[in-house]
């Protein structure tokens, strides 16, 4: 078995959900990296997104920011963020959106806004960003995090985009026709929505992860699948590509 | 009418004690030139409008310029946290900051409404999470025609705005290339502007038939400060100074050592040091 970080299984897990024909709407950070691994592995054709408004980009190096010179340098042609934020995403151009955060419940709501009352946070985070539209409105979302228990959490702080709410059709109650979050992908497992309650559910475990491990870093008590596989091991050329892409970006963040 | 003119002109003329004013630039193009002038200038009481607060909302925030922040997203991108911005919320220093927050999509489409004249900016958004309950500024409209449920804020009409650009020429026609953000209507929606670039020439040079221009007649204060971007960047001309971007995480992490570097390199400077950064980067990317 070849040797590998859980963060590196995260990335190629997650990387494989994308295909050729995907157009999709990329966060920076884990995102970004996935995707990326994805279109110099299996899916060359992908079209990439960012918020800055570069329309079907194809960096050399992961940005460090939503709008490097990089992005734009690559794409296919930039627009302005109004027209990105209207045309592209609200007019229902992208296909699968691609989201982190800093905490998830179990429906897959995610919270990048507070920890602790919204009035007098604990850890004051950054915020939404393009998140609550981009959950609305992309065909489908994926979302990579890492799991612990402080990230994992039973009750969300605040909700900064809905994922299946309070589960079942309490997302099209809501007037939203998009599907929501369809893949979880953490450094342990892969959790995808039961058909009716829309819990995430493990669908799939990394190799050499326990249930235990699973469990003891979710802050709810976790659901698995009546069926559960075991995620495929990085392949020799995934981990090769992925290494490389992150040695070219810190040599290149480091330079400039 | 544009006014070609000196930094300090240009915010002591357009700047004022308790203006709403936007500096923008999505990543790129952000004017650090024009906001550390802002800073050297004493301003106070600022309502400041920004979709990415960055690093120069965060300095203006750490120096006690700030009432108010409008905003979407008030990070480092990339590195993590934006600590002055913090310390204003968490422990309400230098003083206690209030925030109106959004998300990008309205803030994006407030400001096309601004430059379009209209009161309220509607948009599919919003739907189910929690900005709603904590700012009162985020209704609900129905469609007149489907009886669909949107969301409606206010326009962005900001006092001033400030923007960094590639080039002018000398009548102050300004031309913008690369990541666009909302500079352009952030100009458009304000009262008055300050356009810093990077260099004023004769003659704008050969460029897409669709390049952005904002015409001399919208834009107010133009100034050429070459380098004035740093370390953000400006296409063409220098790259985006990541390790800057990961350095600031330390300098800002506390706040002697913030006012440390912000006494040595904002308030005993002008605005001619950034043109060393352009020049520094200019030599090697050649």
């Known amino acids: 078995m070849a040797d590998y970080k859980p963060t590196e299984m995260m990335t190629i897990a997650a990387a494989r959900m994308l295909k050729n024909d995907d157009i999709c709407f990329v966060g920076i950070g884990q995102p970004s990296a996935a995707c990326n691994l994805a279109r110099l592995t299996h899916a060359p054709d992908i079209t990439l997104i960012y918020e800055s408004g570069t329309l079907a980009t194809k960096p050399t190096v992961l940005p460090l920011s939503i709008g490097d010179g990089e992005l734009c340098d690559t794409a296919l042609t930039t627009v302005s963020v ?84 309070a589960g079942g059709d309490s997302r099209q109650k809501l007037g939203v026709k998009t599907k929501g979050p369809t893949k979880l992908i953490t450094d342990l497992a892969i959790f995808a929505p039961d058909a009716q309650t829309k819990e995430m559910t493990v669908v799939s475990i ?37 290494r490389e892409l992150h040695a070219r970006t810190n040599r290149a963040h480091a330079a400039a | 009418m544009a006014r070609i003119t000196t930094l300090s002109e240009a915010i002591a003329g357009a700047v004022h ?39 120069v909302y965060d ?8 009432k108010k922040l409008v905003f979407s997203w008030g990070g480092n991108p990339g590195v993590g946290s934006l600590h002055r911005f913090r310390d204003a919320v968490e422990n309400g220093w230098p003083h206690k900051l209030e925030i109106e927050e959004h998300s990008h999509a309205a803030m994006a489409n407030a400001y096309e409404a601004g430059a ?67 500079q352009k209507e952030a100009v458009l929606a304000s009262k008055r502007s300050v356009v810093t670039v990077e260099e004023i020439v004769d003659e704008l040079p050969e460029r897409s038939l669709n390049a952005v221009v904002l015409p001399h007649w919208t834009v107010g204060h133009v100034v050429e400060v070459p380098g004035g971007a740093f370390p953000s960047y400006a296409q063409g001309y220098y790259p985006r100074n990541n390790s800057f971007y990961k350095a600031w995480d330390d300098i800002a992490k506390d706040r002697d050592s913030f006012h440390a570097w912000m006494k040595t390199n904002v308030l005993d400077k002008g605005p001619d040091t950034f043109a060393q950064y352009a020049r520094k980067h200019k030599a090697a990317a050649e």
Not at chain 2, 142 to 151: K, N
Request: charged content about 20%; some cysteine; hydrophobic content about 40%.
């Open chain 1, 82 to 165: 109004p027209e990105m934020f209207r045309y592209w995403l609200q007019g229902g151009r992208i296909k699968v959106g691609f989201l982190g955060g800093a905490q998830i419940d179990k429906f897959a709501n995610l919270n990048t806004t507070v920890v602790g009352p919204y009035d007098k946070p604990k850890v004051r985070l950054p915020g939404g960003g393009g998140a609550p539209e981009i959950a609305t409105s992309c065909g489908e979302i994926f979302i990579i995090m890492a799991q612990g228990k402080r990230s994992f959490v039973d009750k969300l702080d605040f909700v900064t985009s809905i994922g299946h709410v």
């Open chain 1, 206 to 242: 990394h190799p050499g992860v326990t249930r235990e491990q699973i469990q003891e870093n979710t802050g709810w008590p976790v659901k698995f699948a009546a069926s559960v596989d075991e995620t495929p091991v990085p392949t020799a050329k995934e981990l090769d590509v992925l």
């Open chain 2, 17 to 55: 004690d308790g203006d709403t004013v936007a500096l923008e630039g999505f990543t790129h193009l952000i004017p650090h030139a024009a906001c550390h002038e802002i800073i050297r200038q004493g301003r106070k009481d600022l309502t400041l409008v920004r979709m990415t607060p960055d690093l």
């Open chain 2, 59 to 66: 300095q203006m925030i750490g120096m006690g310029c700030v």
């Open chain 2, 116 to 182: 379009s004249g209209l009161p309220c900016a509607i948009f599919r958004g919003y739907i189910g999470g929690d900005l709603p309950k904590v700012n009162a500024k985020i209704k609900r409209v129905t469609c007149p025609f489907t009886g669909e449920e949107l969301a409606a804020i206010p326009s962005h009409r900001p006092d001033v705005a400030v923007i960094h650009a590639q080039r002018a020429d000398r009548a102050g026609n300004v031309m913008i290339e690369g990541v666009l953000g909302v």
